[in-house]
């Protein structure tokens, strides 16, 4: 669904990411880790279409949904209205609120600024989902929630991977990665630092976030 060959992008002489290859297959996570400022939403942004890589080829096969980090909502507007809005800017017929994930019907008609964060946070992701995304890329989805929401969405990932979605997912939270992924691609200073698949690394959450810890200061 995704397949990204040697990408390299420069921002002015600045060169932000160097050579980044990965190949996302339907039914599959793909982590992207690494610290701050290390060309992870410079990615995302390639992956979704909002930038074009300097060099390298972006395959993205089908429709993408997207999660920023951030609440990408109209907080003067009903849930309801903001769902519609999706729903009409990519050309699709408006869902029952009831069959989409968290079931939103008991809020329908609330404003989105009245709305915890959390709250927040779950119309983001079902407006994302409104048009049936074959890829979805979540951009740390769980910074800022309780353990409640992370547990929810955590296991709606692992659903819409058994429906044969595409998931690319930007964490840091390791309890989080290691329910989910099936890949991880860890880069630093837009470099890869390894790519490597959940049977080639077999590590509890722990002994993960320690291989990657250990794999950044190598």
């Known amino acids: 669904m995704i397949k990204l060959d040697n990408i390299s992008f420069r921002y002015g ?40 890589a300097s060099s390298g080829k972006v395959e993205v096969c089908d429709k993408i949904g997207y999660v920023p980090q951030g609440i990408a909502l109209f907080e003067d507007l009903s849930v309801k209205e903001n769902v519609k809005f999706f729903a009409a800017v990519s050309k699709t017929k408006i ?19 009245k709305l915890s964060t959390g709250m927040k946070k779950r119309v983001s992701i079902v407006c994302a989902l409104v048009s049936d995304p074959s890829v979805i890329i ?24 058994k429906n044969g979605k595409t998931i690319i997912y930007v964490g840091h939270d390791f309890n989080e990665i290691s329910r989910i992924y099936d890949t991880i691609l860890l880069i630093k200073n837009g470099n890869t630092v390894f790519y490597k698949t959940k049977d080639e690394l077999s590590l509890s959450s722990d002994e993960l976030e320690e291989y990657v810890r250990k794999a950044l200061i190598s």
Do not use: H, Q, W
């Not at 869902?95 to 600024?113: E, G, H, M, R, Y």
């Open 13 to 52: 002489k600045a060169l932000i990411l160097n050579d980044i290859s990965l190949n996302a297959e339907s039914g599959k996570c793909i982590v992207i880790a690494g610290p701050n400022g290390s060309g992870k939403s410079t990615l995302l942004s390639i992956i979704a279409g909002a930038r074009k």
């Open 95 to 113: 869902p029952d609120l009831s069959k989409l994930p968290f079931n939103l019907t008991p809020i329908a008609n609330k404003k989105v600024s």
């Open 138 to 161: 979540f951009d740390e989805p769980c910074a800022a929630i309780d353990i409640i929401y992370r547990d929810e969405l955590l296991e709606m990932i692992n659903k819409l991977k």
